[in-house]
């Protein structure tokens, strides 16, 4: 019979070893906040692909990892350059920890939460990984977890790949959607591409979860939406 992963000793080592940030977490009651959305929409939509981009430390991709784990099915996909601020200063990362350089490191990191036969890191920017998808045999995404660069040209970027490998009732998360002292000052364009977005009823459909640091749900509405971005 399958085990269900979460508990108070796994949950607080999420919270010691994955460290949320920005999540509407509260660590006092082992609330992990958004974790629980990310973990509850592995399970619920069961994808069998799921690709993150950007993590501090590793959050929201154990979160997505234990759901599917506890499905039994799934891989998840990490891609992370593993900047770190003060190895590549502030214009390539705000709060990098070079948490991914070591693959050891890394596997060990996953293992810790038996997670290390479902995660794979890229040690990539985004960049060079949509460039590298199909050279890597990747299958289509079912959900999408986006918080590299906060940059709006890098989220617009990174949402527009990420487009061109996902299909109908796919699912993309971007995080940091509600950071507005970083937006206001022009550090950050998460809510301005998400705000483009939500005139694209056609094509997306948006909910906002405008907690703590934010993150926001797209829903792709269209198979093959890619080619209408480009145009």
Not at 192 to 210: H, M, R
Request: with cysteine.
């Amino acid at each position: 019979m399958q085990k269900f992963s979460l508990n108070s000793v796994l949950l607080q080592e999420i919270f010691e070893r994955a460290k949320p940030m920005g999540h509407y977490e509260e660590v006092d009651n082992l609330n992990l906040g958004f974790g629980f959305l990310y973990y509850g929409l592995a399970r619920s939509l069961r994808p069998k692909h799921l690709v993150v981009i950007g993590s501090g430390f590793g959050f929201s991709v154990v979160c997505f990892a234990l759901g599917m784990k506890d499905n039994g099915e799934g891989m998840l996909t990490f891609v992370d350059p593993s900047y770190s601020l003060f190895k590549d200063g502030p214009f390539k990362t705000i709060g990098g920890a070079d948490n991914w350089s070591r693959p050891q490191k890394v596997h060990d990191h996953f293992k810790r939460f038996g997670l290390e036969d479902i995660v794979t890191h890229y040690k990539l920017t985004s960049d060079q990984f949509f460039a590298s998808y199909e050279a890597l045999g990747l299958p289509q995404i079912d959900i999408a977890f986006i918080d590299g660069s906060h940059a709006h040209d890098d989220v617009k970027h990174d949402f527009l790949k990420t487009v061109e490998h996902v299909h109908k009732n796919s699912y993309i998360l971007l995080h940091d959607s509600n950071i507005y002292v970083r937006e206001i000052i022009g550090h950050a364009g998460v809510k301005k591409w998400i705000k483009l977005l939500k005139k694209e009823k056609e094509f997306f459909e948006t909910v906002n979860f405008p907690f703590s640091s934010g993150v926001t749900l797209v829903r792709v509405l269209q198979n093959k939406i890619w080619r209408y971005t480009k145009q």
